[in-house]
């Protein structure tokens, strides 16, 4: 098939090869599936400490529309708060 199809979500655009689909728009990588007998779907944008993507599914239309609405959650920043500060003058 190759990176020659491609499909519009909003800004960003979905590059579609046998086996791998990319999700991106003009700045960054958003998401990406990938078949291994079924298709595991990847958020790019929010984290995900256990590494193992935001889910498996069936069907390639499936995980595309399960990326779509992980990105396009809002991103959660948490900070951590200093136990002390140190100044150098």
């Known amino acids: 098939m190759g990176w020659n199809q491609i499909a519009s979500v909003g800004m960003a655009v979905w590059r579609d090869a046998e086996d791998i689909c990319a999700l991106s728009d003009d700045d960054r990588h958003l998401g990406h599936v990938v078949n291994e007998g079924e298709w595991h779907a990847f958020d790019a944008v929010h984290p995900n400490l256990?590494?193992?993507?935001?889910?498996?599914?069936?069907?390639?239309?499936?995980?595309?529309?399960?990326?779509?609405?992980?990105?396009?959650?809002?991103?959660?920043?948490?900070?951590?708060?200093?136990?002390?500060?140190?100044?150098?003058?």
Do not use: H
């Not at 889910?55 to 002390?84: C, H, N, Q, W, Y």
């Open 50 to 89: 256990g590494g193992n993507g935001i889910g498996i599914f069936a069907t390639l239309d499936d995980a595309k529309a399960a990326v779509e609405r992980s990105v396009s959650a809002p991103v959660e920043i948490r900070a951590r708060r200093a136990a002390s500060v140190v100044r150098i003058r």
